[in-house]
């Protein structure tokens, strides 16, 4: 919706598969880190080391240590080619900001939110098993925590209208 309104989005989601794709450093460092047995025709098997990492507060560390400072790289990279294109919002989409203290590198922060049982539903419907997005959940910070630390926030749990109605809103201030 902030796109639709004229921001530039640049994704973690987006910059994690592009940080670890065949042939780049991070792919390396992930084999390296945990073996070839999360390598599947030629890639990272994302979901046997998302399996794994999910269940293993350890490994889940070993991961982010390698990968998060790439994803910043990315991202920096990205937002910088963004400002140069004129873009005068540029909304970073970095689903574990608050979770890595994150928050402090950017002007405003906007959370989006719905209940842990919406997001669990959202979750499967995508394809994940519900073990998997509630391991994925209890990784997170509580929700309410996060809310404490954003500027603004959304909420995503009721009709595409209202949640339109919030981001308007939101994007009434932050693109003054």
């Known amino acids: ?38 390598v599947r025709d030629g890639a990272i098997d994302r979901r046997k080391l998302g399996d794994y990492v999910f269940n293993d507060a350890n490994a889940l560390g070993r991961l982010n240590a390698i990968v998060h400072p790439l994803v910043r790289r990315w991202m920096a990279e990205r937002t910088v080619e963004a400002a140069d294109r004129g873009a005068e919002v540029v909304i970073q989409d970095v689903p574990l900001l608050f979770e890595n203290g994150l928050q402090g590198l950017f002007s405003k922060t906007v959370l ?12 499967v419907e995508r394809g994940l098993e519900s073990a998997r997005a509630e391991a994925i959940l209890a990784s997170q910070m509580p929700i309410d925590d996060k809310r404490a630390l954003a500027d603004y926030i959304i909420d995503n749990g009721g009709t595409r209208e209202s949640t339109r109605r919030q981001v308007d809103e939101v994007w009434s201030e932050i693109s003054r």
């Open 112 to 123: 989006v939110h719905t209940s842990p049982a919406t997001q669990v539903r959202r979750l």
């Open 1 to 38: 919706m902030f796109r639709e309104l004229g921001a530039a989005i640049v994704d973690a989601d987006q910059a994690a598969h592009a940080v670890y794709a065949p042939g780049t450093p991070g792919f390396d460092a992930v084999v390296r880190e945990f073996g070839a047995q999360f």
